[in-house]
């Protein structure tokens, strides 16, 4: 009866288990007790280990390499999180000296709980959730642009300030101009460094049009080579202009390219924070849907260790029903039938039984134990066939 059940055929018992791969059970107990929320990503490979910090959920990635723990584990966060602990490059990486100086004799378990604990002790800072830190005065020692937690267009540093000018006379912002019509000769120093765009609160970008990281793109104002509001101006005014900086700021925010950039500007973050709101808003289901996978990993676990427990009781029942195990069992039987009906004969003899009793009771054991000892032969003669 082996071909119907399959698994019986060619088991044996388990290999033993190498001093390495014992050493690296020893390791993932030690890390499954010291964290109950651990899930198993992948089977003695992956495994990952959420928790929140400061209202922020951030998922511990730990991989054991082939030949760990001989080999040091891999550990990643995510996301990209700023911290002491953390590659500063990638944002990912746990460089902890436990992770760096892990040997054999180290315990994987009470590490993480330690990296853990560093990590509740001093918060970690998401890489992209500086936001907007400066308006019109940079601090010193931070860049022109600092990341933002939402992507905006990669724009490049601004270009130097274009020449603003009416049609006879250069603008100002070079170093020497030319004589006017007038006959006198108009030179200042060059524009001030901070300048006005640089110091706006979002990246602007200088070229006709950026695409960010998520695919927006913007297109900036067309800029004119001359302004007709300067041709307007008598020169005196325009050299009082050039000589003090205020009037030059003043007249430069008021024009409409800049209103354009500043509106585009206000609606875009109007926006972003609708977006974010409405990201929120989902946030219930979002979490509503976690607890439903968390439930359904739950029930698969259970079904699992269920399934285990069946396959394990199946391969017993296929054990005992193997024709080898079926031969025995009908061998006793036929010898219990013959003893049976030996000791209905014994007591014919001895007359403690009639004999239509005794005809009766002999004949039925005499056949059963024929019939027993037929099909154990029968048996036989299937073990040898089949092999």
């Known amino acids: 009866m082996n071909w119907i ?19 690296r059970q020893r390791q993932i107990e030690s890390l499954k007790t010291a964290h109950s929320n651990l899930a198993e990503i992948q089977k003695d490979v992956e495994y990952r280990i959420p928790f929140t910090v400061n209202n922020t959920t951030i998922s511990i990635n730990i991989l054991l390499p082939p030949q760990f723990p001989q080999e040091k584990p891999s550990v990643s966060v995510y996301p990209h999180i700023r911290h002491h602990l953390v590659d500063s490059h990638n944002g990912t990486m746990v460089t902890s000296p436990l992770i760096t100086n892990f040997t054999m004799h180290s315990d994987l378990g009470k590490i993480i709980q330690s990296i853990m604990d560093e990590f509740w002790n001093n918060p970690p800072v998401l890489a992209g959730s500086s936001g907007f830190a400066f308006m019109y005065n940079k601090p010193s020692g931070i860049p022109p642009y600092p990341p933002q937690g939402f992507h905006f267009p990669a724009f490049p540093q601004q270009e130097a300030p274009r020449p603003v000018a009416p049609a006879p006379m250069q603008v100002p912002g070079t170093d020497s101009v030319p004589a006017s019509p007038l006959g006198f000769n108009i030179t200042r120093p060059a524009a001030p460094a901070y300048g006005l765009i640089t110091d706006l609160p979002l990246p602007v970008p200088t ?10 793109t913007y297109r ?24 003090q900086e205020d009037l030059l700021l003043e007249h ?11 509106s ?22 979002l979490e509503g849907k976690r607890q439903e996978v968390l439930y ?35 061998k006793v039987a036929a010898h219990q039938a013959e003893e049976e009906s030996e000791d209905i004969a014994e007591d014919f003899l001895e007359g403690k039984i009639e004999i239509d009793d005794f005809l009766t009771n002999f004949m039925e054991k005499r056949t059963l134990c024929h019939c027993r000892r037929s099909k154990e032969e029968k048996l036989q003669q299937s073990i040898n066939t089949h092999g």
Not at 264 to 285: S, Y
Not at 299 to 327: D, G, N, P, V
């Open 207 to 216: 070229a006709d049009s950026q695409a960010g990281l998520n695919g927006y």
């Open 264 to 285: 585009d500007k206000d609606e875009l973050v109007k926006n972003i924070v609708e977006m974010a709101k409405n990201n929120l808003q989902l946030e219930p289901q």
């Open 5 to 23: 059940f399959p698994l019986s055929k060619g088991s044996g018992p388990l290999r033993p288990l190498t001093s390495l791969q014992e050493q």
């Open 296 to 330: 359904k990993y739950e029930q698969i676990t259970e079904m699992k260790s269920a399934f285990e427990t069946k396959m394990q009781r199946q391969h017993e029942l296929s054990e005992s029903c193997s024709l080898s195990a079926l031969q025995a069992r009908l």
């Open 220 to 243: 900036m104002p067309e800029i004119p080579e001359t302004f007709q509001e300067l041709s307007e101006l008598s020169t005196s005014q325009l050299k009082d202009m050039s000589d």
């Open 252 to 262: 430069f925010v008021c024009l409409p390219q800049l209103k354009q950039v500043t």
